[in-house]
């Protein structure tokens, strides 16, 4: 195991400490674990709280600030936090306005956050949450009854956080979050696995020249492994399940590529050759693109795409301005 | 070689296609090559322009845009630009005020620049350049007589970006440059290797539990090879040789903890936490941290520390406004 940390059993704290200490005037820890929240509380706003396994990094401390989210709890690698972790996230950023957690859904995910939300409603809370499920590789997966929570979040965290930066209402909030979770899917894949520093060794074998279709960003098992195809190819594999899902006829979207981690970034454009010059020719509008490490998988090679449905409000509010320490507009 | 590619001829194009496709609002590629300019053309201002090998990603085409460069010249992969491509391209961006070229010190980068700059100094051009010379590792190298540019390049582009984009005269935002060229230093390791497409394999080897302290950003040989350490002490070496080459005694600093390429974001937080100790401890103060994949090395795994002098003036320069595809400020 070739990793820069120092032990197993901190990379997670010191992570976020390390986190914090560089964008000291966006974030802060709380004392009670790897909370992390924006350095100076807004009120008058629904308050953003997300949230899953360590090991996804920038998701979700990196989309703490202003037009994102307001808090982001941490469990260990590859692990949901603990609902008291996410209960304290909620009470930190909590406004008359209300919480809205974001989830990813895998059941330890969905079963500490809804444990949270009832905590934080008997303290008068009010408290509402979306699960995002957007990659249709596979229906059940090992963490996850129904489809799993992938790169699509962060399209929740920007266009849900920039809905409560206007001071929308929660109901007006939670509406704009539940209509990304809607309109968008993702699929990826990778060349090589990842190791959960705990673990020492990786979570999955690939062989020299295979690679996995439509993988979990946990490493869970996608479709198929198959021999490794062109860059092109690959990209037409996901687009062509992604697009048989909902319909994209004549709609604008909006495109991310990501890096699951250890992919160069030369990779990423080359597959956003790709995936533009196909959307272009089925006819598909390309209102922006976003091609980078956004949910990553440790250490894994590899990437999925995601498309977003646009219409004029989602439109606005992803180009409202975000500063976090990992997402600007 | 597992990449994300279609053919190895090909990379270098499909990769800056790939750029402009993505982020047409902010950068076009001229028809000569691969050679990348503002999508919008500045005029009253002194034009930067950079380059050098490709599988740099994002430098040098990440950082064309508003604050930063008017062009970004991409070699094949980790060989310097060709004086014809520079040429055009200084050409294509050439304004009243003249321009600068911010070239890294690789002795192909170094000649090839000096001849476009005479090819468009006998069209009329002013042009002038710095070399940036950052990495403190070792006094000559593979490709280099004197010390490498690597990483601190990006605060040049940052910082005499933004002073060209205020109207200053070239002999002004050369000086800047130059100031950013003298108080910045930079160090790197490496835990594994990368693989030039072209080549098919590794450039170098290291065994499962070996590093490679001072390395260089196309695999060049560093300091010395030795077994893997902590990501503390990995730190503190590479800090303590930077600390010993200029007096950062009581200074204010810039700091950028910049991944080669396959190194999960986790790490490099892990790494900034040490970094931030140790420097608070020796009463250095840290005015700014950039942690993210800024000047990489294809799939390398590794990183590199840069430590920035600061001045009023350099200050802020570095906060002023940047929005290129790969850096927002």
Redesign the interface.
């Known amino acids: 195991m070739?990793?820069?940390?120092?032990?197993v059993e901190n990379?997670e704290r010191?992570?976020?400490?390390?986190?914090v200490?560089?964008?000291p005037n966006h974030v802060r820890k709380l004392d009670c674990g790897n909370v992390v929240v924006r350095a100076h509380k807004k009120e008058g706003k629904v308050a953003l709280i997300s949230g899953g396994g360590?090991?996804h990094?920038?998701a979700h401390g990196?989309y703490v600030g202003e037009g994102m989210l307001d808090c982001a709890v941490a469990g260990a690698v590859f692990t949901s936090p603990t609902p008291d972790q996410i209960y304290e996230g909620i009470k930190a950023i909590a406004t008359d306005k209300g919480v809205l957690m974001v989830v990813k859904n895998y059941t330890g995910d969905v079963m500490n956050f809804e444990m949270a939300a009832e905590m934080a409603q008997a303290d008068g809370i009010d408290v509402q949450y979306v699960v995002t499920n957007d990659d249709v590789a596979v229906e059940n997966s090992l963490y996850t009854t129904g489809r799993r929570g992938v790169a699509g979040t962060v399209f929740v965290h920007k266009i849900a956080g920039a809905k409560a930066e206007t001071g929308a209402d929660l109901n007006e909030v939670h509406r704009v979050a539940q209509k990304v979770v809607d309109n968008v899917r993702s699929m990826g894949m990778a060349?090589?696995p990842c190791t959960v520093p705990a673990a020492g060794k990786p979570g999955f074998e690939l062989n020299?020249d295979e690679?996995e279709i439509g993988i979990g960003i946990h490493g869970e098992p996608g479709t198929h492994k198959e021999k490794?195809k062109?860059?092109?190819e690959?990209a037409v594999t996901l687009l062509d399940k992604i697009l048989a899902d909902i319909d994209y006829n004549d709609k604008e979207v909006a495109?991310m590529?990501n890096g699951s981690?250890?992919?160069?970034?030369?990779?990423?454009?080359?597959?956003?050759?790709?995936v533009?010059?196909y959307l272009t020719e089925k006819g598909i509008k390309?209102y922006k693109?976003?091609?980078?490490?956004y949910m990553?998988s440790?250490?894994m090679?590899g990437?999925s795409i995601s498309l977003l449905r646009l219409d004029d409000e989602l439109k606005e509010l992803l180009d409202a301005k975000a500063d976090t320490?990992?997402f600007?507009?």
């Open positions: 070739k990793k820069l940390i120092n032990c990379v010191e992570m976020i400490e390390g986190l200490k560089a964008y360590s090991g990094e920038p990196g060349l090589t020299e690679m490794i062109s860059a092109d690959i495109v590529i981690g250890a992919t160069p970034l030369m990779e990423l454009f080359i597959v956003n050759n790709k533009h010059d390309i693109t976003f091609v980078g490490n990553t440790l250490e090679a990437f320490p990992a600007k507009e």
